[in-house]
């Protein structure tokens, strides 16, 4: 059976990257699944998931290079009514709500250099991200 879990993550900052990774990797290790996939939902229209390299200066780059593409208040009609379209078109634009990852022996499949991170594009708040856990069959009859 698949297992459902709910992280809650609370960003310090307006825009911020938060590396969820361990985060993950002990919710499988307490599901029991040892093979299968791990789905990674953030339930909110202001943030996404990206799988990259957690260097601090590679951070950077992306949230400039995000605000460079998407820039604030450049009279879009959103913020008529919620003063944060910038925060929506980053989200829909450039970054997606879900990944999935591979699990085998009760680990995430991940390269050496690829952390899962949730980038928040309209902080600081409190987010839920979803996790479900699947079980797949080792080997196909
Ligand atoms: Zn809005």
């Known amino acids: 059976m698949p297992v459902i879990v709910n992280l809650e993550i609370q960003t310090r900052k307006p825009v911020e990257i938060v590396d969820i990774t ?3 990797q002990e919710a ?4 029991d699944v040892t ?3 791990v789905l990674v939902f953030t339930r909110h229209t202001t943030t996404g998931l990206i799988i990259n390299e957690n260097e601090p200066n590679l951070v950077e780059d992306i ?3 995000m605000e460079e593409l998407v820039p604030r208040g450049k009279g879009y009609k959103h913020d008529t009514i919620d003063r944060n379209a910038h925060s929506h078109l ?5 970054l997606n709500p879900s990944v999935a990852l591979p699990v085998d022996a009760g680990e995430l499949q991940l390269g050496p250099w690829q952390r899962v991170m949730l980038v928040e594009l309209d902080g600081p708040r409190h987010r839920k ?3 479900m856990i699947c079980p797949c069959a080792r080997e196909i009859p």
């Open 22 to 24: 361990n985060m993950i």
């Open 28 to 31: 499988i290790w307490k599901s």
């Open 35 to 37: 093979h299968g996939i």
């Open 63 to 65: 949230l400039g290079h």
């Open 90 to 94: 980053r989200a829909s634009l450039l």
């Open 129 to 131: 991200v979803t996790l």
